[in-house]
């Protein structure tokens, strides 16, 4: 296999045939990471845990309703690169998008009352779970139909080109985007075009309910594919904030500096189903079970403590985050469902719905 | 006033507004050095340079996919898809993507894209390089969608389109590319949502669109040799839609039809029949009738495409039989 392999959380292929997490790379402790940046890791991965148990428990009492998509388990990927962009770059997400609004620096309050369908929700309750977009943050959308965000990402970074900023499009899709042909024209694209976009590959080794190595060509469903393109295939331990930070730093500075996109992929898993409907059944107990004690946030948890941190230092961010974790389901809660005028509003960009005079 | 081929307006009105909007770009494939395969976009590389007219692999998502995520991110676009049937291979992003995200972000994205794209029947290409398709795109809600019959209208059309802050699907006919007329010096800048009145009469109102119009025209002569006054009205935009101007013909005239090249099933004239149906009922002297091509796939003999779009022969014939 030519793929070459990122160091920071080398990831051991032997065992993917049996779907099993790597060992943790003990090494990744002494990247050149500074304390404070890996409080803010350990915090926005504790934001984004709490945030979707509370999205989870609404949805059991009945209160978001529709469909969702929990990235549980998947956490060091979105705060990795949350992180490591600059608060002007662009992110596209898929509908398994919570954890990157909110690693984009979106505020918990309106996309919790999204998720309820209120009216002070991020979307004023038209896009809900599948559809968070906030521009402000330059969180450009999350898109629900598999591909198409790939290709947009690039004309995010070809504006950025065109207008002479060193902005850059981060693109996040699951493993089983690389098999449809968006993927690979985006990536041909932005080769060609030498586009300022980071292509970011979650492949939590299952598409729906179906396993990816059973309907993939290549055991590494997009590191494998980036030679094709021209791209170095990286592989990153998307269970390891640091190694993801680290990762997405260089790729990030990469396209900053003009040398074009780059393709990574970042091995994890979803703790839950693939959405509300799925308990996720279809998964051996041994693998869930492997992969729950790989766990990435007491692994970081245990990081922080080895590196010195004072446990009690923790569990005050822990504390602080449920404070706001509870603020934000209180005003989501307290919205408004939104009424009939607002179904007629932007359509178009005057506001209205008009088709006929 | 010079005399311009519909072909040279598409890239004078392209070329308009290039000028106007340094930040304007276009994309597509062999737009720039070949000039587009249909010669629409001839000259543009040279004035514009390179990096504001860039031709693109055969990847029509990835074409699409970058205009819209340059347009959301401040940068206007003129998108080509070489012929209209193969917006059936990135649909995803016209009708779901582009067409809803303003929408479903509370009105936080403008997509101010063009996609031209080169549509209609006539040339013997057969069944995927000759379809009509405005009504794929007409009955998405988010898509403004146009359809110049002139080269003045391409020119001034196109203007309005590239000034929309939406996008806009903007149909070239392939069957009048080398059609000419004159087109006024200066600056031209048409408005979407307006038909255009291109001949008045008393005894029926006939709506056209595109290569339509010219044969509604030639109908309406013959007709007026037999005492009919045939009104043509140019649709020219679908959506949004001037109703106020079929309404306000059928008023005059009592008879309302339609003249579209789209198979029969859903074509843009139900929807105009069926509004003239609701609100000007009171107005119509007898049924509305639609002439369109059968609900069959084109097929490509000269003969048998000639049998299948209306021509002037069928519109003329079909007025005459049904106004008896
Ligand atoms: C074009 C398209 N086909 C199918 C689906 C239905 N679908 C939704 S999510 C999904 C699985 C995607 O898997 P993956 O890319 O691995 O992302 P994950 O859900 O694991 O994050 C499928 C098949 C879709 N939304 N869009
Ligand atoms: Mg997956």
Same mark, same amino acid.
């Given at each position: 296999?030519? !793929? &070459?392999?990122?160091?920071?959380?080398?990831?051991?292929?032997?065992?993917?045939?049996?779907?099993?997490?790597?060992?943790?790379?003990?090494?990744?402790?002494?990247?050149?990471?500074?304390?404070?940046?890996?409080?803010?890791?350990?915090e926005l991965q504790q934001v984004l845990r709490q945030f979707e148990q509370r999205a989870y428990d609404l949805f059991m009492q009945n209160l978001v309703k529709g469909t969702s998509h929990l990235s549980l388990g998947m956490e060091a990927v979105a705060a990795g690169f949350g992180l490591a962009k600059r608060p002007d770059d662009y992110s596209f997400a898929t509908y398994r998008g919570h954890a990157h609004t909110i690693a984009a620096g979106v505020?918990?309050?309106?996309?919790?009352?999204?998720?309820?369908?209120?009216?002070?929700?991020?979307?004023? *309750?038209?896009?809900?779970?599948?559809?968070?977009?906030?521009?402000?943050?330059?969180?450009?959308?999350?898109?629900?139909?598999?591909?198409?965000?790939?290709?947009?990402?690039?004309?995010?970074?070809?504006? /950025?080109?065109?207008?002479?900023?060193?902005?850059?499009?981060?693109?996040?899709?699951?493993?089983? !985007?690389?098999?449809?042909?968006?993927?690979?024209?985006?990536?041909?694209?932005?080769?060609?075009?030498?586009?300022?976009?980071?292509?970011?590959?979650?492949?939590?080794?299952?598409?729906?309910?179906?396993?990816?190595?059973?309907?993939? $060509?290549?055991?590494?469903?997009?590191?494998?594919? *980036?030679? /094709?393109?021209?791209?170095?295939?990286?592989?990153?331990?998307?269970?390891?904030?640091?190694?993801?930070?680290?990762?997405?730093?260089?790729?990030? /500075?990469?396209?900053?500096?003009?040398?074009?996109?780059?393709?990574?992929?970042?091995?994890?898993?979803?703790?839950?189903?693939?959405?509300?409907?799925?308990?996720?059944?279809?998964?051996? $107990?041994?693998?869930?079970?492997?992969?729950?004690?790989?766990?990435?946030?007491?692994?970081?948890?245990?990081?922080?403590? &080895?590196?010195?941190?004072?446990?009690?230092?923790?569990?005050?961010?822990?504390?602080?985050?449920?404070?706001?974790? &509870?603020? $934000?389901?209180?005003?989501?809660?307290?919205?408004?469902?939104?009424?009939?005028?607002?179904?007629?509003?932007?359509?178009?960009?005057?506001?209205?719905?008009?088709?006929?005079? | 006033?010079?005399?311009?081929?519909?072909?040279? #307006?598409?890239?004078?009105?392209?070329?308009?507004?290039?000028?106007?909007?340094?930040?304007?770009?276009?994309?597509?494939?062999?737009?720039?050095?070949?000039?587009?395969?249909?010669?629409?976009?001839?000259?543009?590389?040279?004035?514009?340079?390179?990096?504001?007219?860039?031709?693109?692999?055969?990847?029509?998502?990835?074409?699409?996919?970058?205009?819209?995520?340059?347009?959301?991110?401040?940068?206007?676009?003129?998108?080509? +898809?070489?012929?209209?049937?193969?917006?059936?291979?990135?649909?995803? +992003?016209?009708?779901?993507?582009?067409?809803?995200?303003?929408?479903?972000?509370? %009105?936080?994205?403008?997509?101010?894209?063009?996609?031209?794209?080169?549509?209609?029947?006539?040339?013997?290409?057969? #069944?995927?390089?000759?379809?009509?398709?405005?009504?794929?795109?007409?009955?998405?809600?988010?898509?403004?969608?146009?359809?110049?019959?002139?080269? #003045?209208?391409?020119? %001034?059309?196109?203007?309005?389109?590239?000034?929309?802050?939406?996008?806009?699907?903007?149909?070239?006919?392939?069957?009048?590319?080398?059609?000419?007329?004159?087109?006024?010096?200066?600056? +031209?800048?048409?408005?979407?949502?307006?038909?255009?009145?291109?001949?008045?009469?008393?005894?029926?109102?006939?709506?056209?669109?595109?290569?339509?119009?010219?044969?509604?025209?030639?109908?309406?002569?013959?007709?007026?040799?037999? %005492?009919?006054?045939?009104?043509?009205?140019?649709?020219?935009?679908?959506? =949004?839609?001037?109703?106020?101007?079929?309404?306000?013909?059928?008023?005059?005239?009592?008879?309302?039809?339609?003249?579209?090249? @789209?198979?029969?099933?859903?074509?843009?004239? #139900?929807?105009?029949?069926?509004?003239?149906?609701?609100?000007?009922?009171? @107005?119509?002297?007898? =049924?509305?009738?639609? +002439?369109?091509?059968?609900?069959? =796939?084109?097929?490509?003999?000269?003969?048998?495409?000639?049998?299948?779009?209306?021509?002037?022969?069928?519109?003329?014939?079909?007025?005459?039989?049904?106004?008896?």
């Amino acid at each position: 296999m030519s !793929t &070459e392999r990122a160091d920071p959380g080398a990831y051991d292929y032997s065992q993917r045939s049996a779907r099993l997490p790597a060992a943790v790379n003990q090494s990744n402790r002494d990247l050149p990471i500074s304390i404070e940046s890996r409080l803010e890791l350990y915090e926005l991965q504790q934001v984004l845990r709490q945030f979707e148990q509370r999205a989870y428990d609404l949805f059991m009492q009945n209160l978001v309703k529709g469909t969702s998509h929990l990235s549980l388990g998947m956490e060091a990927v979105a705060a990795g690169f949350g992180l490591a962009k600059r608060p002007d770059d662009y992110s596209f997400a898929t509908y398994r998008g919570h954890a990157h609004t909110i690693a984009a620096g979106v505020p918990l309050g309106p996309v919790m009352a999204e998720l309820l369908g209120r009216e002070n929700g991020l979307l004023k *309750g038209k896009g809900g779970s599948m559809h968070l977009t906030s521009v402000d943050h330059g969180m450009m959308g999350s898109y629900a139909i598999i591909g198409a965000h790939l290709c947009i990402a690039n004309g995010a970074a070809w504006s /950025a080109q065109l207008r002479g900023t060193d902005q850059v499009a981060i693109a996040f899709f699951g493993d089983g !985007t690389t098999n449809i042909g968006a993927f690979h024209e985006a990536l041909n694209l932005a080769v060609i075009w030498k586009l300022p976009v980071v292509f970011v590959c979650e492949n939590n080794l299952y598409m729906e309910y179906t396993p990816i190595d059973v309907v993939s $060509a290549v055991p590494n469903p997009a590191a494998d594919r *980036g030679p /094709a393109y021209g791209l170095e295939g990286i592989l990153v331990d998307g269970n390891d904030a640091d190694a993801v930070f680290h990762v997405a730093s260089r790729a990030l /500075a990469k396209a900053r500096a003009g040398d074009g996109p780059s393709l990574i992929e970042a091995v994890t898993y979803r703790h839950g189903g693939h959405s509300r409907a799925d308990p996720g059944k279809y998964r051996p $107990a041994d693998e869930v079970e492997a992969w729950l004690d790989r766990d990435p946030i007491p692994m970081y948890h245990r990081r922080l403590l &080895e590196l010195g941190v004072p446990e009690g230092d923790l569990a005050t961010i822990q504390q602080s985050v449920a404070g706001r974790v &509870e603020e $934000a389901t209180e005003y989501a809660k307290n919205g408004l469902h939104p009424g009939p005028e607002h179904l007629f509003t932007d359509v178009w960009a005057d506001g209205g719905s008009a088709w006929r005079n | 006033m010079a005399e311009l081929s519909y072909r040279e #307006a598409v890239a004078h009105g392209i070329a308009q507004e290039m000028r106007r909007d340094p930040q304007l770009v276009m994309l597509g494939e062999d737009i720039a050095s070949a000039g587009g395969v249909f010669k629409t976009t001839v000259g543009l590389l040279d004035e514009f340079g390179p990096g504001r007219v860039r031709d693109t692999p055969i990847s029509e998502q990835a074409i699409l996919g970058a205009a819209m995520g340059a347009a959301m991110t401040g940068i206007p676009v003129i998108a080509e +898809i070489m012929f209209s049937d193969f917006l059936a291979v990135c649909w995803d +992003i016209v009708a779901n993507q582009m067409a809803k995200s303003r929408y479903m972000t509370g %009105g936080q994205v403008n997509i101010p894209v063009v996609i031209r794209t080169a549509n209609g029947g006539g040339s013997r290409f057969g #069944a995927q390089h000759s379809q009509s398709v405005e009504n794929w795109c007409m009955m998405i809600p988010g898509l403004k969608v146009v359809a110049p019959s002139t080269p #003045a209208d391409v020119v %001034g059309l196109m203007a309005a389109a590239v000034r929309d802050p939406d996008p806009v699907v903007f149909f070239e006919h392939k069957s009048l590319l080398a059609t000419k007329a004159e087109v006024p010096d200066g600056e +031209i800048v048409e408005q979407l949502g307006e038909a255009r009145l291109v001949r008045e009469g008393s005894d029926c109102t006939i709506a056209a669109l595109a290569l339509m119009v010219p044969r509604a025209l030639e109908a309406a002569d013959r007709l007026a040799g037999d %005492g009919i006054a045939a009104e043509i009205i140019d649709v020219r935009s679908l959506v =949004p839609l001037d109703t106020q101007a079929l309404l306000s013909s059928v008023a005059k005239t009592g008879r309302f039809y339609t003249v579209e090249e @789209n198979p029969r099933l859903c074509g843009w004239g #139900a929807e105009l029949a069926s509004i003239v149906a609701d609100e000007g009922f009171w @107005n119509l002297d007898g =049924p509305v009738v639609r +002439i369109t091509t059968p609900h069959i =796939p084109l097929p490509s003999a000269e003969a048998l495409e000639d049998m299948s779009l209306p021509t002037a022969d069928r519109i003329y014939e079909t007025v005459r039989k049904t106004m008896d």
